[in-house]
């Protein structure tokens, strides 16, 4: 009798244990799982390390993770991001000597630098805050492109070898992430230096729009942060301003320079430039969402518009929005048949025609929030685009 009941007590147990191992794995799949989802090359690395530390800390149980990253390509001896999640809180000091120590185990078989004084005294001199640590190398290919770290480990008196996998695992998802943003971040810088170029071109047809463009797309994605619209509906917008008068390049530049009054047959030139504009994007699926403001840019809300009289909400937004940014940038600057007019009177011109070419609910937006800001900003791009080495874009928050 006596056997048996120990014999279920056993049992017991070693159900218990399994029970908790398949737990844990669980908890190890559907971590790995919301990482790999999570893997989108738009999301930004801060955004998604710090869902990762979030998680990580939960599944492991410590105290604290930590991740250090480089965001150059090819990393120096030094980090110069940081993303992390609980306590303690670690000086500079201390998060440059974990760098250095995990750039120093990354050179070694097991890659992973594992210390605490459980089994004996620590390997290495660590803050006081730190009980115990475990920490790999975010590694790809022969390039050691950051470092995942968790501290204090919690409920249990060390690490062990599943949760390193663990670190290891999630280290290697990290690594496919950081080298996909940074290889994403190359096509679009590549993309926007082509489309730059060729704004450049046609705004160098007019000399007194040069750099028109370029405003027109800034001011579009401040207004359209003003709406609190999405990340890639303000990238999409900034693309939109950058190439809202590509069809110019099909007007010939006696009329786009013309200083005088347009005659009929010169001002049904201009009009095609929306729709020839639309033409040349539209061979091209990654513009799609783009095309519509390129084609609307010039109707106006009461229908008077071109090139096809819509009215009102039958006005895609974005067409809306570089109507609006559009129209403020080329009164408040130098025009073959005017000068600049002051930022009060073109103001006072979107006042008045709000409702007949301008949306009223968009130009009242745009009345009441901080232009100072604005017009700091569009110094701040002027000055960027004017210095070697440095390619302008809009912040996505």
């Known amino acids: 009798m006596a ?5 279920c007590e056993e049992r017991d147990r070693e159900l218990e244990a399994l029970s908790h191992s398949l737990a844990q794995s669980y908890e190890e799949l559907d971590l790995l799982h919301r990482i790999s989802d999570r893997m989108t090359v738009t999301q930004e690395p801060e955004e998604f390390f710090h869902n990762l530390c979030q998680d990580l800390k939960e599944v492991l149980e ?45 050179d070694e078989p097991s890659k992973v630098l594992i210390d605490s004084n459980v089994d004996g005294p620590y390997r290495h001199q660590w803050p006081t805050l730190i009980r115990n640590l475990a920490g790999v190398p975010i590694w790809r290919g022969e390039k050691v492109m950051g470092a995942l770290i968790a501290l204090n480990k919690m409920h249990k008196a060390d690490f062990d070898s599943l949760d390193t996998k663990l670190l290891m695992s999630v280290a290697n998802e990290s690594a496919v992430y950081l080298d996909n ?51 890639i509906e303000i990238h999409n917008l900034y693309l939109a301003g950058l190439l809202h008068d590509v069809g110019k390049i099909g007007v010939s530049e006696a009329v786009l320079c013309k200083p005088g009054e ?16 639309a033409n040349i994007l539209g061979s091209i699926k990654q513009m799609d969402e783009v095309t519509p403001a390129v084609l609307t840019h010039h109707e106006h809300f009461n229908g008077s518009g071109y090139p096809q009289g819509l009215r009102g909400q039958n006005i895609p937004l974005s067409g809306r929005i570089i109507m609006l940014a559009d129209s403020f940038d080329a009164m408040t600057s130098d025009r073959t048949y005017r000068k600049a007019l002051p930022r009060s009177i073109a103001l006072a011109e979107i006042r008045r025609f709000s409702g007949t070419q301008f ?11 901080d232009l100072d800001d604005l017009t700091e900003q569009l110094e701040t791009a002027k000055d960027k685009q004017h210095t070697p080495g440095i390619a302008y874009a809009p912040i996505m928050n």
């Open 3 to 7: 056997e048996s009941t120990i014999s």
């Open 62 to 106: 410590v105290s604290k993770l930590l991740v250090l990253w480089n965001e150059q390509e090819i990393p120096e001896n030094s980090f110069s991001k940081v993303i992390s999640s609980g306590e303690p809180e670690l000086s500079t000091t201390d998060k440059e000597l974990l760098w250095q120590r995990i750039l120093r185990q990354a």
């Open 181 to 231: 943003f940074r290889l994403f971040k190359d096509l679009q810088n590549l993309l926007l230096g082509v489309l730059r170029a060729l704004t450049s071109s046609i705004d160098a047809k007019d000399p007194y729009t040069c750099g028109h463009s370029e405003r027109v797309a800034l001011i579009s994605c401040w207004l359209a942060k003003q709406l609190s619209l999405r990340d």
């Open 262 to 277: 347009l005659v009929e047959q010169e001002f049904e030139q201009i009009c095609k430039h929306p729709r020839i504009g």
């Open 359 to 369: 949306d009223p609910q968009l130009a009242e937006i745009f009345l009441n929030s």
